[in-house]
């Protein structure tokens, strides 16, 4: 697992309401209990943590991010691109 895929389910465990419960890539975070809120506020320590803008509409979170993957992937890639520039 790279540092960025640790860092990332890092906060989405923080969020979740599973507890201490190992986080799994084809989690839903919905189920995980990341709701709207929570997944806009995960957002921006993303963006903050990794330095790095998250092209995101705050209403449709749930269409860009529905799995712990989702997160991961999308994240990498910019953390790769803008490390590219």
């Known amino acids: 697992m790279t540092e960025v895929a640790e860092g990332v389910m890092e906060i989405i465990a923080a969020r ?7 986080l799994q890539g084809s989690d839903w975070l919905d ?5 709207s809120l929570e997944a806009v506020e995960m957002i921006f320590e ?10 995101v509409n ?8 529905k799995t ?12 790769a691109a803008k490390d590219a520039t």
């Open 46 to 55: 993303l963006e903050d943590r990794f330095r790095i803008e998250i092209p």
């Open 16 to 22: 979740s309401k599973r507890g201490g419960a190992t």
């Open 58 to 65: 705050a209403n449709n979170t749930g269409e860009v991010f």
């Open 68 to 79: 712990v993957t989702d997160v991961v992937l999308l994240v990498e890639e910019l953390v």
């Open 31 to 35: 189920e995980l209990g990341i709701e």
